[in-house]
């Protein structure tokens, strides 16, 4: 069975970090493109970023050049990497792969 543990959220103010993990088991991590997805309260859930196997990345306009997405092999674990974070990027934050789906964990950016 498919189990994906996402980490990493809270309260952070704008301009500031915060870096999100999600550990994944019951598959063979390696194989598998994995993403990071969100969703804001009233808004549909949206993409946020997606690697594959090979490490190829994709960014939503919205992240491009203040998020990175990387993935540990070893660890089973993906990461996300948010940077320069703006009140526009609360949300809760989703790992996904194969269509199974993390629990989320909330990120909100606020003064």
């Known amino acids: 069975q498919v189990h994906l543990v996402e980490s990493g959220g809270g309260l952070v103010q704008p301009g500031g970090s915060l870096r999100l993990s999600c550990a994944a088991s019951g598959i063979i991590f390696d194989l598998y493109a994995m993403g990071w997805y969100r969703q804001a309260p009233g808004k549909q859930r949206e993409l946020v970023a997606t690697?594959?196997?090979?490490?190829?990345?994709n960014y939503a306009d919205s992240v491009k050049g203040r998020f990175t997405i990387s993935r540990d092999n070893a660890k089973n674990t993906v990461y996300l990497q948010m940077n320069s974070l703006k009140p526009e990027d609360t949300a809760v934050y989703y790992c996904?792969?194969?269509?199974?789906w993390g629990q989320g964990t909330q990120v909100t950016v606020s003064s």
């Open positions: 690697i594959t196997s090979g490490g190829s990345t």
């Open positions: 996904m792969t194969m269509g199974y």
